[in-house]
C-alpha cells in the first residue's frame, strides 16, 4: 500500500502570491480612479459649455421676446381700433377652434 504524503504549503510563496496580487489590485484601482477623474472633468467641461450655450439662448430669446413686445406695444398705441379689431378676429378663431366638436 502506498502512501502520499502532504506536503506543507510554502507560506513564503504564498504571501508572494498575495502581495503580488494585492499589487496588482492597487494598481487596477488607481488606473480607475485616474480615468475617472478624466472622465468626471470632460462631463464637467462639456456640462459648463452646455450651460454657458444655453444662457446665451436665453438671454437671446429673452432680447427677441422683449423686442417683440416693444414693436407690439408700439403698434396698439398708434393704431388702437385696428389692433381691437385684430384682437376680436384671433379670439373668435381660438374660440372657434376651442368649442369645434
Keep these: 500500500m502506498s502512501t502520499t504524503t502532504l506536503e506543507k504549503p510554502n507560506t513564503k510563496h504564498v504571501n ?56 407690439v406695444r408700439e403698434y396698439v398705441q398708434k393704431n388702437p381700433i385696428k389692433s381691437l379689431g385684430i384682437a376680436l378676429l384671433v379670439g373668435s378663431a381660438i374660440a372657434a377652434i376651442i368649442n369645434r366638436k
Aim: charged share 40%; glycine share 4%; no cysteine.
Design 16 to 71: 508572494e502570491n498575495i502581495d503580488k496580487a494585492a499589487r496588482k489590485v492597487h494598481e487596477v484601482t488607481d488606473e480607475a480612479k485616474s480615468e475617472a477623474k478624466d472622465k468626471y472633468a470632460k462631463v464637467s467641461d462639456l456640462a459648463s459649455a452646455a450651460k454657458a450655450q444655453i444662457k446665451e439662448k436665453y438671454e437671446h430669446a429673452s432680447d427677441l421676446l422683449q423686442d417683440g413686445m416693444g414693436n
